[in-house]
């Protein structure tokens, strides 16, 4: 049980970590003319940055299938992997950029750091120069009181 706990947990941790590296250097790298489509006023309710998401959905699912017989640490990766993928969907994709409009973005509290730091990282909306490439792990400046 302890286990599975450490699992999920690292899941989430590694996904975040991975996340941030992902977007700093492949997403606004190679991946820019996918993931710009993010950073673009969009028509619709889909943008071709989705496919990322599908994608480290698709990783997480593999893993809960191949771990699935003998419920091994594979299984819960990829539930960690998944409790994440819930978590940016809840928070990036309903709070901060309200696709759709479900909740009002926190004014202040705790979890406005998160959102100053995402919009931080949206100020400029180009390839490079941007900043607070994770969601979760961002630099402390943007917790400290007096910022809008
Ligand atoms: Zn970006
Ligand atoms: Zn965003």
Known sequence: MLEAVMFVVIGFVLMELA???IHKFLMHGIFWNIHK???TATKGPFEKNDVFSTLFG????A??????????YRFW????????GMCYFFFHDVIIHR???????????FWRGFVRAHQAHHANN???GSEAYGLFFVPFKYFKAGRK
Do not use: C, F, Q
């Open 77 to 84: 990766l990829g539930v960690g992997i998944s409790v994440y």
């Open 37 to 39: 489509t993010h950073h």
């Open 126 to 128: 180009k390839k490079k």
């Open 19 to 21: 996340g941030w590296a």
């Open 58 to 61: 698709g990783i997480a699912i």
């Open 99 to 109: 696709r759709v409009k479900w909740l009002k973005r926190p004014e202040n509290g």
């Open 63 to 72: 893993l809960m299938i191949v771990g699935y017989g003998e419920l091994d």
